[in-house]
């Protein structure tokens, strides 16, 4: 019983009769592509456009922190050229300084020397 | 065009699916030819409305010219096709407001009986009783039946345990003995 309608539910199935509209369905999978491709081409070129306006849009962003970059690597460089100086011309006038000192006591020794 | 027609008609299907995979428009053409009758067939049964039908067989054979460079091998194609469109089906059928068994109303509208002749009643009285399974018990039942594919290959195919493949079936034909002798 159950073999005799599993096999008539298969035959009945199996011998389902085909669609007879082919070509009008040929042709609507054919308009179906074509859109499909058309959508394909839509999406590309909008890809394509939208990368470009980011690049435009961006680009002076870009530049701006370019610049700013470049700006605060310049004034970095000037100031620690300005340190450079600045910490030599103090240690000139500290060494200096203290040579003076040294050249003062040694002029007072032979002073106190001679008067002695 | 028509030249061109006849003598795609003339290849074998692995070369005609060999052109069309490097995107050669009048092999894919001939390709949903030759193939068209049995995907719409089988989405027929699969939901039950000959209009939802070719909508989803349309929408299989345009997934198909997206993807063929992606097929492995030509001699596959008649699988892979019948793949995507049970893909596309299930897709269909996940969404809740649509999954419902169709209104029998309705689907006698749509069904074109000889007069007097015993085959199409039977026919209308099994179409009938598979538009009342849920998507996924007729899904299993038309695979096994009219594709004649083994339960482990419906698992492979849909994703679902073999269990619920078999359990499917089991549930599915029961339910369509029980009401085919209710109509009686």
């Known amino acids: 019983m159950q073999d005799e309608f599993d096999g008539r539910l298969a ?3 199996a ?3 085909e669609p007879e509209d082919a070509d ?9 592509v074509a859109r499909c491709r058309r959508a394909r081409r839509f999406w590309a070129i909008g890809a394509a456009l939208g990368l470009a306006a980011a690049v ?6 870009a530049t701006a922190f370019a610049v700013v970059v470049a700006e605060a690597s310049f004034a970095f460089a000037v100031a620690a050229v300005r340190v450079v100086f600045l910490s030599g011309a103090a240690g000139a006038a500290f060494f200096g300084a203290l040579g003076l000192v040294f050249l003062l006591l040694t002029f007072c020794r032979q002073i106190l020397r001679a008067e002695l | 065009m028509s030249t061109a027609r006849s003598r795609m008609s003339t290849l074998a299907e692995a070369d005609v699916v060999a052109l069309a995979c490097i995107g050669d428009d009048q092999a894919f053409e001939e390709l949903v ?4 009758a049995a995907m719409r067939r089988l989405l027929r049964q699969l939901c039950g409305d000959r209009a939802l039908a070719d909508d989803l067989a349309q929408e299989t054979f345009v997934r198909a010219w997206r993807k ?18 049970i893909r596309t089906w299930l897709q269909y059928a996940r969404r809740p407001q649509r999954a419902r068994a169709f209104d029998c109303d309705v689907y006698e509208l749509d069904l074109a009986i000889p007069d007097g002749a015993d085959a199409a009643l039977d026919r209308m009285d099994l179409e009938r ?5 849920p998507p996924t018990e007729r899904t299993c039942v038309v695979l096994s039946f009219a594709e004649g594919m083994s339960h482990g290959e419906i698992a ?12 499917n079936i089991f549930r599915g034909v029961a339910q369509m003995r029980a009401s085919l002798e209710n109509s009686r």
């Open chain 1, 11 to 13: 035959h009945l199935l």
């Open chain 2, 129 to 133: 009783a598979l538009a009342r399974l």
């Open chain 2, 156 to 167: 492979a195919l849909t994703g679902w345990p073999l269990g619920t493949v078999k359990s």
């Open chain 2, 33 to 36: 030819r030759r193939r068209q």
């Open chain 1, 24 to 32: 009008e369905f040929v042709e609507r999978v054919r308009r179906g």
């Open chain 1, 15 to 17: 011998t389902d009769p």
């Open chain 1, 56 to 61: 435009i849009a961006l680009t002076p962003f």
């Open chain 2, 68 to 85: 063929i460079r992606q097929l492995n091998s030509a001699l596959m194609f008649g699988a892979w096709l019948r793949k995507i469109a």
